[in-house]
C-alpha cells in the first residue's frame, strides 16, 4: 500500500475509533434513561419517587389477575420474580396481554401500587403453533401427574 | 413440519382470523416496495436512454464538425436519473 | 489480487458482468420469494400467542434484518473511496442510500402495524425503535447530504465520512434489545429452542424469505448502480454504443 493512502485509512480507523468509544460511553452513562422502564425491583428499592409518571415492566404474575365485572377495571401483579408490584387498571388491555407474559404499564407508583394509565403487552420471541403448545401443555400435565406433588417442587 | 395448508376457505384466508387489516396492509407495503424498487430503475434508465439519443440526433442535425464537444458541454446541464 | 481490485473497480466491468447475472439472479429471487411469500401466507401454522399476526413476522424481520446491512456496506465503500478513489464504490454507496431508506421505512411500517394489535401501540420510544428511527433520519441525512455539495467529489468524500460515521448506529440496532429494557422483543433463535418453540414450521419459510429479500436488496442495488453507471459515464464510449444500439 503506497504511504499517503496508509497514511488516510490510519486517519478514518482513527476517526472511527473515537467516535465509537465517545458513542458508547454516552449510551452507557444514559444506560438508564434509555432503557424504557423500571422493574419492580427497581421500584421497590426506591429508584423512583411516587407521583413521578414512568413505565414499569414486568412479568404479569399466574393467577393474579382480576377483572371486574361491571367495569373495565383490572388488578394484576408485575413480576420480575424478586419483587412484586400490584398494578390497577381501568381501560382495554392489549390482545397479548396474558398471564405469564410479559407488561408494560405507564403510570405512576401511589401508596406502593402502581396506577397505569396505559397498559402494553410485551411478547417474546419464541413462536409456537396452536398444536404445538396444546401437545407441550399435555406432556407437561402428564410430568405432573407421573411424579407426586411433593417432590415436583423441587425440580 | 409441513402440514397442508392452514385454512379452510378464501374467506378465512382473507380474515386471517381477525387480523384481515393488519396482516394485508403489511403485505400491500411489502408488494409496493418490491414494485417500486424494482420498477423505478426501469423507468430512469429508459429515461436516460431517451434523453441521450435524442441529444445524439440533435448533435446529427446541426452536422457541426465539433458536435461532440458541444453535445459535452449540454450534457452537463440536465441528467435525468440525477434529480432525485 | 491487485489486478483484481483495480478491474473490479472499472464500472464498464462491473456493468458488463452484471448484465449476465442479472437475470439468474432475478429468476432467483422470483422462485425464493413466491415459494416464501405463499408458505408463510398459508402454510404456517396460527400463533398460539398471536394468532395470525405472526404473518407480519415473514415481512418485518427479513427487511428489518437486511436494512441493517446498509449502512456497514457504504460504509465500507466509503473507505474505498476515500482511500483508493475507487469510482465504482462511491456509484455504490450513492445507490444504497435511498434502498436502505426504504428498508428501513418499511421496517419501521410494518413494526408499527404489528405492534399495534400485539403491543397494543403502533409507536414506543423504547431502544430498538428509536435507533432504528435515528437510522432512517441518516440515511436521508446521507442522501441530503449527496444532493447538496456540488462537486460530485467532495459529495462522495462527505457522504463517506457521514456513512462510516453512521454505521456505529449499527450495533446499537442490533444490540439495543439486549443492552437495555425495551418493549421490542429479543431477536428470535432459530437454532431450534428445547421448548418446543420456533420449530422448522416457523424458521424454515422465514429463512426463505430472508434468502428472498436479499436477493431482492442485492437486484435493487446493482440496478440502481447500473444507472448511476450509465450517467456518470455517459461520455465514455461504451455507455454511448450502449445509447445508441437500445431501442426505447
Redesign the interface.
Known sequence: MKPH?RK??TI?AF??TG??VA?GLS?YAL?NS????F?PTQVAAGEVSSGQRIRI?GMVKEGSVARSEESLHVEFIATDYNNDLLVRYDGI??????EG?GV?AEGMVADGVFQAS???????????????????DAAERDRADAVPAGESNGS | MFSGIVFSSVGEFLQMGTYAFHVWTVYGVFAIFLFVNLYLPRVQRRQFIREQQRRAQRDAHTGKANAGQNAVQADDSVVPGESE | MWLWFSKLGSPKWFYELSSKWLPWLVVFMAVAMTVGLLWALLFVPEDYQQGFTNRIFYVHVPVASISLACFPLMAGAGVITLVWKMKLADMVAKSAAPIGAWFTAVALITGAIWGQPTWGTWWVWDARLTSMLLQFFLLIGVIALRSAIESPDAAAKACALLSIVGAINVPIIKYSVEWWNTLHQPATDLTMNENGANGPEIWVPLLIMIVAVYSFFVISLILATRNEILVRERRSQWVMDIVAREKV
Open positions: 493512502r488516510k485509512l478514518i476517526i472511527a467516535l465509537s458513542v449510551l444506560s434509555i432503557d424504557l422502564f422493574t415492566g388491555l392489549p390482545d397479548l396481554f396474558r407474559q408494560v396505559r397498559v402494553l403487552a410485551k411478547h417474546d420471541e419464541n413462536y409456537m403453533s396452536v398444536e404445538v403448545k396444546a401437545a407441550m
